[in-house]
């Protein structure tokens, strides 16, 4: 008598090990994407209500010399970032520290002005975010490869209003409305741990 035997060959089951493999990869960086444009998504909010919050905390005043004790204070619910008590900072939707502060530049006629400054962002963050459109929220935004943020030596280098200026890992874009070239910002985002600042008035 003949025994028929049923099942699937070692080929056959290799093969099908190989597709289910391919398409757990491909499912894997379908939602790394996802979750990184959920993650500058998140960024983009934040610092749109902390702009919103601040401007409502300091209706009438508009002098924000305060600004960087009121943002530790989480009851006075000014920032939309993460307060961490254990280190006393705020953090980002991303990972990084945030620092929201005055900014003024009392010499270019800016002296009412506050900054919003995201560290730590990974290049394709950081280029996200500089090509987002702000709606007009801002005054100036800027980029720094690997380096921190310092008024002085960012604003003084971009005085004129409506231009963009790229020199030394930096990128300066004064008048949020204006469109920055995409190939500036690749080469300004093109390493980890970069600074971005938002400055708003």
């Known amino acids: 008598m003949k025994v028929l035997q049923s099942g699937r060959s070692m080929i056959e089951m290799l093969g099908v090990l190989a597709i289910v493999g391919v398409l757990s990869v491909g499912g894997l960086t ?18 749109i209500d902390t702009i919103q919050q601040v401007r409502k905390f300091y209706s009438g005043a508009h002098v924000y010399d305060t600004l960087e004790v009121y943002t530790h204070k989480p009851a006075l619910n000014i920032t939309a970032f993460e307060y961490e008590a254990d280190t006393d900072t705020l953090h980002h939707a991303i990972g990084g520290r945030v620092r929201v502060s005055e900014c003024s530049r009392a010499t270019n006629g800016d002296n009412e002005a506050f900054c919003i400054v995201l560290s730590d962002l990974d290049r ?3 280029a996200d975010l500089l090509a987002e459109n702000w709606y007009g929220n801002l005054v100036a935004i800027g980029a720094i490869a690997g380096g921190d943020f310092e008024e002085t030596d960012v604003m003084d280098s971009a005085a004129n209003k409506g231009q963009v ?7 300066i874009a004064y008048n949020g409305a204006i469109s920055i070239n995409l190939s500036d910002i690749a080469n300004v985002c093109a390493s980890a741990g970069n600074t971005l600042f938002f400055k708003v008035k």
């Open 30 to 47: 379908v939602y790394a994407q996802a979750m990184h444009k959920y993650k500058v998504y998140k960024v983009t909010s934040q610092v």
């Open 124 to 126: 394709k963050a950081c």
């Open 165 to 171: 200026i790229t020199e030394n890992n930096k990128l």
